[in-house]
């Protein structure tokens, strides 16, 4: 069955664009102004069908993109052996009413080879996740603003799960003028609070218990919100020293837009963010609170995928 004759009972399949002149001519039958894009590496879970419903429910159009970035993975990192899961995330998409999937190769995105000109996520991309992976936001940045020109997008919608890269990419949008509406959507978890990503497909079972005390302890910080930092980071780090397996790289409450550790005196919202090794797998995990009187999480942290908030829009 090709695109658009399905019968009217099933959902239709989203066009799927490999090259170029397909997204092209996929992009131009959108007539209407109104495209929202979701980008993603593919090996699709709730959470990225959660942003994806939600903006399907508020635009005309929804493009995603699953294209795996060899600009952003280091020499030493999980390309190779990232999930590629293309049929079944064709079918959540299918589902999930996408207009357009745009699944190119790295030799449609970089027909030149490696690009000379790039985008520099300058000193908010070198902290945090930008210290343990040096070039990332570097190579995210430019992938996205390559996305962004070619699916020519009015809207695009990121996780809050990877909140660096959401306010890199807010930035980004800001301090280049582009034209795109850059909207965040709360993070997506599995019941016991475990983050939903591609990659907990490495995490063995006994890896999986452990990975629980990530948000955990983003749990036990935010309940301490009133009490001010130090007390949010001592609740925190008491749950992680509980679980030596899980080898932490950062576990930091920081400013939401300078990514700086809040001090003590600091009232308002900041991000408590962890980052740590399971087993042979990198994990990140993160939660906005709101710190001092009436204080704790500002994201709904259930366990229940559905009833997570509605998406925070960001202004650009
Ligand atoms: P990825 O495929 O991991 O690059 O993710 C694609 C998009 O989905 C990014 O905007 C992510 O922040 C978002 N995303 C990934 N995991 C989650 C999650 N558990 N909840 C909400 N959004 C997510």
């Given at each position: 069955m090709t695109a658009g004759t399905t019968r009217s009972d099933e959902p239709r399949l989203p066009v799927v664009a490999r090259s170029r002149e397909q997204l092209r001519e996929a992009r131009a039958a959108l007539d209407d102004g109104d495209v929202a894009v979701v980008m993603t590496m593919g090996a699709l879970h709730e959470g990225h069908a959660t942003l994806i419903r939600t903006a399907r429910r508020t635009h005309a159009h929804v493009v995603v993109t699953i294209f795996l970035n060899?600009?952003?993975?280091?020499?030493?990192?999980d390309l190779s052996r990232y999930p590629r899961t293309f049929d079944a995330d064709l079918r959540i998409c299918t589902e999930a009413g996408v207009d357009v999937v745009f699944a190119p190769t790295p030799d449609v995105i970089y027909p030149d080879g490696d690009p000379g000109v790039r985008i520099a996520a300058g000193?908010?991309?070198?902290?945090?996740e930008g210290q343990a992976r040096p070039g990332h936001f570097d190579g995210m940045l430019t992938v996205v603003a390559k996305l962004m020109h070619l699916t020519r997008c009015t809207s695009a919608y990121y996780g809050q799960k990877d909140a660096q890269q959401l306010l890199l990419i807010r930035r980004m949008c800001r301090d280049l003028d582009f034209p795109v509406r850059v909207i965040a959507a709360p993070t997506v978890r599995e019941p016991d609070g475990l983050a939903m990503s591609?990659?907990?497909?490495?995490?063995?079972p006994s890896d999986r218990e452990v990975a629980r005390c990530l948000s955990a302890a983003l749990r036990a910080g935010a309940a301490a919100a009133t009490e001010g930092p130090s007390a949010i980071r001592r609740a925190a780090r008491a749950v992680v020293v509980r679980?030596?397996?899980?080898?932490?790289d950062y576990l930091v409450l920081v400013?939401?837009?300078?990514l700086e550790d809040v001090p003590e005196w600091y009232r308002g919202e900041a991000l408590l963010a962890v980052a740590g090794r399971v087993g042979a797998t990198r994990l990140i995990d993160n939660l906005p609170v709101l710190v001092g009187?009436?204080?704790?999480?500002?994201?709904?942290?259930?366990?229940?995928?559905?009833?997570v908030s509605g998406p925070l829009t960001i202004k650009v």
């Open positions: 060899p600009l952003q993975f280091g020499p030493k990192e000193p908010l991309g070198d902290v945090l591609s990659r907990n497909t490495y995490l063995t679980e030596p397996l899980a080898l932490i400013h939401p837009e300078t009187p009436g204080g704790g999480a500002l994201e709904v942290f259930s366990p229940d995928a559905s009833a």
